[in-house]
């Protein structure tokens, strides 16, 4: 055979798995590593769309849950929702979103009208 060919075949054997075990190896210290963002204070817990650039957040802050409205890059806090009226709205098991509009508009958005 050529040598050529055998030198070819003797990097691929040795340099192919050194390069497999490598990104094994960064794949586990990464997964490692990205478990600090999970432990964050602040999460979304719920997100509803009501038009193209409008939505509806309930968004949990250590222990307190907080209705906020998003729209067109403007965002702000209705009010805060008590644990227990979160809990009671997460209970329900909702059919379409217009029903879960409806229960926003009735408990939360009183004040707009």
Request: hydrophobic share 45%; aromatic share 8%; charged share 30%.
């Amino acid at each position: 055979m050529d040598s050529q060919l055998i030198l070819t075949l003797l990097k691929l054997v040795i340099f192919f798995p050194l390069v497999i075990g490598l990104i094994l190896w960064l794949g586990k210290t990464v997964e490692k590593y990205s478990h600090i963002n999970r432990k964050s204070t602040m999460r979304v817990v719920e997100r509803l769309t009501i038009s193209k650039d409008n939505s509806l957040l309930i968004v949990k802050i250590r222990d307190r849950f907080y209705l906020v409205t998003s729209a067109q890059g403007k965002i702000e806090i209705v009010e805060e929702v008590a644990g227990e009226d979160y809990k009671e709205i997460e209970m329900i098991k909702l059919k379409n979103s217009s029903e879960l509009k409806q229960i926003f508009k009735d408990k939360y958005l009183k004040w707009r009208k």
